[in-house]
């Protein structure tokens, strides 16, 4: 009888293990997720801005590297590469003609392993 407690103790104890485990995982993919999505965000202004400042924009791909700290124990910086696209049109709408602008970001942490994360924001402006 006390071997049979034994085991079913120690099996009781290995799935609480595996549980805890899977629930740090995902809590880390969540965090790593949040900051995708700002990275892709910051792509997006910087998309915004520079098709408003320069009333066009490019259909090649820009990338940049954005370095995001976190603050929360342990503090580390992860960095972010941003892949940000434009296309253009121009619409006409009765005698005004507008250019249209469709700016995607595409933001990811490089990382290899179990926390490579990647998020794509696309947004559509006119001027």
């Known amino acids: 009888m006390a071997i049979f ?3 079913v103790l120690g099996g009781i104890a290995v799935f609480i293990g595996r ?3 899977m629930q740090h995982h995902g809590s880390a993919l969540d965090e790593e997720g949040a900051m995708a999505y700002q990275a892709a965000r910051a792509g997006i202004e910087w998309g915004v801005y520079q098709a408003a400042i320069s009333s066009s924009c490019s259909t090649s791909i820009t990338s940049f590297t954005l370095p995001l700290t976190v603050s929360a124990a342990p ?3 992860v960095n972010y590469t941003v892949a940000v696209t434009c296309a253009s049109t121009s619409v ?8 249209v602008y469709q700016i995607t970001a595409t ?3 490089a990382a290899t392993g179990n926390f490579a994360v990647e998020r794509q924001l696309t947004v559509t402006v006119s001027k």
Do not use: Y
């Open 92 to 99: 006409t709408e009765g005698s005004a003609t507008n250019d």
């Open 75 to 77: 503090q580390r910086t």
């Open 5 to 7: 407690l034994i085991v």
């Open 107 to 109: 933001a990811n942490n």
């Open 19 to 21: 549980v805890s485990s």
